[in-house]
C-alpha cells in the first residue's frame, strides 16, 4: 500500500533544483524581441495629425497644443491608462511614436505618468 505523500515526493525529485524565481530588482531580466514597454515619442518626426490619440482604445493620448509641429498639436500619453497594445505606433505615419523594453514603470503619483515632451 502506497504511504500517503510519496507520490509527491517522488514527482518532486524529478524537477530540476533551480529557482523558479529572478532576483529581480537586484538581477535585471533581459525581456524578449516585441516586448511592449515604455512609449518613446520623437517629438521632431511628429506632424500633430492626432492619428495616435484617435486610435488608442484607452483614451491614454491627448492632443495639446505645440508650436513645434505642422499642424500645432502633438501628443501627450498617460501611461497609467495605456494597454501597451501599441495602436499609437502602429497609427503614426510619420514612426513617431515606439514602445520600447522598459517596464519599471511604476509610481506612487499617477500625475508623474505622462510623457510629455
Ligand atoms: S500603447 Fe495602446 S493604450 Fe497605450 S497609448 Fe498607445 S494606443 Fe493607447
Ligand atoms: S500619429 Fe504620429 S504624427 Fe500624428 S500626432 Fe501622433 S505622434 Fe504625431
Do not use: H
Amino acid at each position: 500500500m502506497p504511504v500517503p505523500g510519496a507520490l509527491e515526493k517522488e514527482l518532486l525529485k524529478q524537477i530540476p533544483r533551480k529557482p523558479a524565481t529572478e532576483m529581480y530588482p537586484f538581477v535585471k531580466i533581459e525581456v524578449p524581441e516585441g516586448y511592449r514597454g515604455k512609449i518613446e515619442f520623437d517629438i521632431e518626426k511628429c506632424i500633430g495629425c492626432g492619428l495616435c490619440a484617435r486610435d488608442c482604445p484607452a483614451g491614454a493620448i491627448e492632443m495639446v497644443e505645440d508650436e513645434r509641429t505642422k499642424l500645432k498639436k502633438r501628443p501627450k500619453f498617460i501611461y497609467s491608462r495605456c494597454l501597451f497594445c501599441a495602436q499609437c505606433e502602429e497609427s503614426c505615419p510619420r514612426k513617431a511614436i515606439k514602445l520600447t523594453k522598459e517596464f519599471e514603470l511604476a509610481d506612487y503619483n499617477k500625475d508623474q505618468m505622462i510623457i510629455d515632451v
